[in-house]
């Protein structure tokens, strides 16, 4: 692949489904976080809806000005990037402020910050730059594979300490980097099996984990019968989104009507598509989930396919895999087709850092599309 003048314009589809993405997001929250104000806010729905129009505006921001940040420049910063994160990552280890359970914010004054967030995109860029600069060795095992390893594996382990399913949807990302980068799979599943046993492991010393697992499966591997058949605890979630969908039917019971909102832990976040399902019905939560479609085939069939270099392709992929990945776990879990995590919709949940960086993310892809070649364009 040769290099092509930038064109004007980004890839329009791909910024038409974000913003579809943030107006269903900004509707659905404001309807979710109705009890959530009664119980928080002083009964004022309106101030976290202000509140997550102005991240959601930050969002756009950080997207529209990494539009125009040549991601090639922007790739030369990775490696200090990584040493922020991953340093970030270990601060957070320990003076990280525990949430649910979990330490992983760090708290800068009234603001608070999700190191793992950026320790994803800032990992995502950094394999880029590194697929690309290594494709002529890529399947040697110490030349290639290992210093891909030398900073995935830290990285993901310091993750998945505290947010084990980050860790698992950033490792399949890079797995499908890895695939399209042209490693080989006899390396490729070396490190799945290590990973499989290290998530064992922090499954196994995370009773938190473990009853999410156990719950999902109806299984006692982790944990005690008690805990996992408790409906009170993890399995409780997980059967108020179910009911929030058997609710919605085929087309809802309307905007603002959500009754499962008062019931589900985190209508606002973790299970936004629950709420969707429930007001617009399947019709629209299929919407949702064929506008993530419409971005991964544009990300990959147009951006990565038209991206005039091998650090444009492995970018795409990689950053449209997130993304995608990200939504596509959200609606699983409140679909009940997936243990109970605490991961955002990609525009649609109420969020800050997230919300933040995958703007950025999106940035970058867009940035890769306006260099595209042009039988790329439709």
Known sequence: MTAAAPHRT?????LWAVLALSAVGVAAVFSAVAFLAETRGDGDPQAFLFKHLFRVGLALGAMAAFSYLDYRRVARFSRPAMIIALGLLVLVQVLGAATNGAQRW?????????????AKAALIVHMAALLARKQTYIEDWSRGFVPLLVWAGPTILLIGMENLSTAAVLSATLGVM???GRVRLAHLGAVAAAG???????????PARADRVDAFLGTSFFSDDAAVHDRAAEGYQADQARIAFAMGGLTGVGPGKSVQRDFLPAPYN???????AE???????GVVLLVF???LARGFLRVARGAPDPLGLFLAVGLTTAVVLYGFVNAGVACGLLPVTGLPMPFVSYGGTSLVITGAMVGLLLNVSRHSAPDADD
């Open 270 to 276: 973790d299970f936004i598509f629950a709420i969707i």
């Open 10 to 14: 980004s890839d329009r589809a791909v």
């Open 293 to 295: 479609m419409w971005i």
């Open 196 to 206: 499989l046993v290290l998530a064992v492991g922090l499954l196994a010393t995370s």
């Open 178 to 180: 890895f695939f399209v």
């Open 279 to 285: 007001e617009y019905g399947l019709v629209g939560a």
């Open 106 to 118: 760090l708290e800068l004054g009234p603001i608070g910050f999700q190191p793992s967030d950026f």
